[in-house]
């Protein structure tokens, strides 16, 4: 097997992760950074979780081209690989809180990680949660996690166990560090499709607060400017005190100075053009205020067609920005009055990953024929065009595994596991679990869904494989083990640096 070693991120790493293995054929391991940062976690997780979750369900599956799905015939390698003893570390428990379907207890550990491509496109794959020190490990396929090669992670990783319907029950994980063994993209070696992500403290959002205009404009999460409706004592004290605020009436009312005894000011929304050709000070038709930025969804940002600029901040978050100009106006008895009421999201710090919904075990030089049961949330169409899953619950398979492995030279694999499973595209990364116990609802990681393949040539997918876990996985997991990460909200939901 070829393997390129990937340039290593040591910040927030322990030193005993950083020792490079004396022996030049010690098994080689790699990490790239994905948000390592609390703040970059903290904007990941707001990315996907704003507007309710829009994002989340803007994603579609990870998109597997027809003519990768092909037959894969038996390795000529040894039936079993040689690399070394059996191991395994046992899984975490937790509560079970799962739905019952046909009999088998849907783990906590499995859901959805999401990402944005190199297009901008939203997806997913399906992963898991493993048993870590940090209680902080999400197990996957590798091309779930690295794009184009050594450089190129994909943007905006994070991790939603119990994913359904863009919802987060037990929160979102920010991607902090990504381990694999191989360079993906460069040499298609797909015998190395793992990645172990270390991953942030689970995030939600807790409701919201106001807060003056200097918090607004700092806070960098969720949060958004609302007309607030006040009495007429408050809009002659704002007015003298310079805030923003205004009147509006339910008719028309004649123009007057801004000197006209009880004259009142409305705000009119213009160009930006008009704004910046203003003047500043009190005058009819003079600036009013500071521009007003909304933070908006990305379909309100695509169909908004007012007077408005749109645009993107490096988060990635859609805004529009609001120009006013002022209006003088005779007082009447059917006015109302109104200010900016500036309003920011709360974050509410879920706690470790491990500690929300436990993490399956891993177990690696395991003999090949025995039974797993497989998760994972397909929703891509097969060769022929049928589309027999939605992507939006998870399904599973369960059998034994073959016992020998395969082979697909397209993508260099050469020892590559299989299951007789139907599951399609968005399946990628699930986790396929020996000994799943279905009371406990957990067992021991031995692959991860990795390609999908036709055996019988009619153009639908009957055979799944994955990456045989074998000693160079378990040493890229040991390292994994020592990626520490941290909360991304404080107790007070603040965001933390």
Not at 32 to 49: K, V
Request: hydrophobic share 35%; proline share 5%.
């Amino acid at each position: 097997m070829k393997r390129l070693l990937i340039p290593l991120t040591a910040t927030a790493l322990s030193a005993a992760a950083l020792t490079v293995p004396a022996s030049a054929t010690a098994p080689a391991w790699a990490s790239d950074p994905l948000a390592a940062s609390p703040a970059d976690g903290y904007s990941n997780a707001y990315f996907w979780l704003s507007a309710n979750g829009a994002a989340l369900r803007k994603a579609t599956q990870y998109h597997w081209d027809s003519k990768a799905v092909q037959k894969v015939k038996i390795a000529k390698a040894s039936d079993q690989p040689d690399d070394g003893k059996p191991g395994s570390t046992a899984p975490a428990t937790k509560a079970p809180a799962g739905t019952k379907v046909k009999n088998v207890n849907l783990p906590r550990t499995i859901g959805k990680v999401f990402f944005v491509d190199n297009k901008g496109e939203h997806h997913w794959c399906s992963a898991t949660s493993i048993q870590s020190r940090h209680r902080n490990l999400v197990a996957t396929a590798g091309h779930c996690v690295f794009e184009n090669g050594k450089d190129d992670v994909y943007e905006k990783w994070v991790f939603v166990p119990g994913y359904y319907q863009g919802k987060a029950p037990w929160g979102i994980y920010a991607g902090a560090y990504a381990f694999t063994a191989y360079d993906l993209d460069t040499y298609d070696d797909y015998d190395g499709d793992f990645a172990f992500v270390a991953v942030h403290n689970g995030f939600q959002f807790a409701g919201s607060k106001e807060v003056s205009k200097a918090d607004y404009d700092k806070w960098t999460g969720d949060k958004w400017v609302k007309p607030r409706e006040i009495t007429r004592e408050e809009f002659v004290k704002c007015r003298l005190n310079l805030g923003t605020c205004w009147s509006q009436g339910k008719t028309d009312s004649e123009l007057v100075g801004p000197d006209f005894p009880g004259a009142v000011v409305e705000r009119v929304e213009v160009k930006d053009t008009a704004y910046k050709a203003a003047k500043v000070g009190k005058g009819q038709g003079y600036k009013f205020g500071e521009p007003t930025v909304e933070h908006v969804t990305w379909s309100q940002w695509n169909a908004y067609k007012g007077l408005g600029t749109k645009s993107k901040d490096k988060a990635g978050n859609y805004l529009i920005t609001h120009y006013y100009t002022q209006k003088w106006v005779k007082p009447g008895t059917d006015r109302k009055y109104f200010t900016d009421a500036y309003t920011i999201g709360i974050g509410k710090d879920m706690g470790p990953l491990g500690e929300a919904v436990g993490g399956q075990g891993i177990a690696w030089n395991q003999p090949l024929g025995q039974k797993v049961t497989v998760f994972g949330y397909p929703g891509e169409p097969h060769p022929d065009g049928h589309k027999a899953f939605t992507g939006v619950t998870p399904k599973w398979c369960y059998g034994k595994t073959g016992t020998k492995t395969y082979q697909a030279n397209t993508f260099r694999v050469e020892t590559h596991q299989v299951l007789k499973c139907s599951m399609t595209g968005g399946a990628d990364g699930g986790p396929w679990l020996l000994r799943y116990s279905n009371g406990k609802r957990t067992g021991y990681l031995n692959g991860v869904t990795s390609m999908f393949h036709d055996q019988d040539g009619n153009d639908r997918v009957d055979l799944i494989s994955s990456p045989y876990f074998d000693g160079e996985v378990a040493d890229v997991y040991n390292k994994a083990n020592y990626a520490e990460t941290k909360p991304v909200v404080g107790p007070n939901g603040e965001l933390l640096k």
